[in-house]
T-cell receptor
C-alpha cells in the first residue's frame, strides 16, 4: 500500500472548517484513500473514503486532486468533539477476499479550540 | 447497529497468567481483526480472520493466540506475556471482499487496555 504523509498537528477554531491534508504521491490506480479518526481512549472511527471523485457524507467531505497524489479531508463546522487523531490511509481495492489490511501512519492530531 | 463489543475494558495480568480478550459483532461481517496500539502510536495489525480462517498473521509472537469460534466472535488468548506487551488491543470487523456490497470499512471496538506486570 502507498505511503502517506500528514502534518503531525493542526489547530482549528470551533465552528470553522478544518482542512486536513494528506500526501500520497505513490498511490496507484486501484488504491483508495480512506480517512479514520481516533478520539482519545476510543477505537478508530471510519469517516469517509474515495477513489478519484470527491466524496461527501454526513461527517465530512473528501477532496482528491486530479492526479490523485494528495487529498484533503474537510470537516465543515468543527466542534470540540472533533478533537482527535486523523489518519489518512491508502489501500488496495476493497474487493480482496482475505480481509482488508489497514496500515496506519502517524496521523494528524487535530485540536479544536473554543 | 455498527457496534463491536470488546471485553474486558481493562485487564491487569502477571507474566505467568493466562487470560483471554473477547470481541463480538452482529453486523454479519465475515472479516475480523486484532490490532495492537502502544501509547501515542498508531494501531498495528496483528491478525486477520476471513470466514473464520486465519488469513494474515503479522509475525506475532506465539504468546498471542487468536481464535475465531464463529462468525460473530473473535478471541485473543494471552499466555506468558512480557511487560512490553502492555498496550491497547483493538478488535475490528468488516465485510469480506466477496460479501454483497462489500466496502470493507472496518468498524472498531473501544479496545481492551492491557497492563502486564
Amino acid at each position: 500500500d502507498a505511503k502517506t504523509t500528514q502534518p503531525p498537528s493542526m489547530d482549528c477554531a470551533e465552528g470553522r472548517a478544518a482542512n486536513l491534508p494528506c500526501n500520497h504521491s505513490t498511490i496507484s490506480g486501484n488504491e483508495y484513500v480512506y480517512w479514520y479518526r481516533q478520539i482519545h481512549s476510543q477505537g478508530p472511527q471510519y469517516i469517509i473514503h474515495g477513489l478519484k471523485n470527491n466524496e461527501t457524507n454526513e461527517m465530512a467531505s473528501l477532496i482528491i486532486t486530479e492526479d490523485r497524489k494528495s487529498s484533503t479531508l474537510i470537516l465543515p463546522h468543527a466542534t470540540l468533539r472533533d478533537t482527535a487523531v486523523y489518519y489518512c490511509i491508502v489501500r488496495h481495492n476493497p474487493q480482496e477476499t482475505s480481509g482488508s489490511r489497514l496500515t496506519f501512519g502517524e496521523g494528524t492530531q487535530l485540536t479544536v479550540n473554543p | 447497529d455498527t457496534e463491536v463489543t470488546q471485553t474486558p475494558k481493562h485487564l491487569v495480568m502477571g507474566m505467568t497468567n493466562k487470560k483471554s480478550l473477547k470481541c463480538e459483532q452482529h453486523m454479519g461481517h465475515r472479516a475480523m481483526y486484532w490490532y495492537k496500539q502502544k501509547a501515542k502510536k498508531p494501531p498495528e495489525l496483528m491478525f486477520v480472520y476471513s470466514y473464520e480462517k486465519l488469513s494474515i498473521n503479522e509475525s506475532v509472537p506465539s504468546r498471542f493466540s487468536p481464535e475465531c469460534p464463529n462468525s460473530s466472535l473473535l478471541n485473543l488468548h494471552l499466555h506468558a506475556l512480557q511487560p512490553e506487551d502492555s498496550a491497547l488491543y483493538l478488535c475490528a470487523s468488516s465485510t469480506a471482499g466477496t460479501q454483497k456490497r462489500a466496502k470493507n470499512i472496518q468498524y472498531f471496538g473501544a479496545g481492551t487496555r492491557l497492563s502486564v506486570l
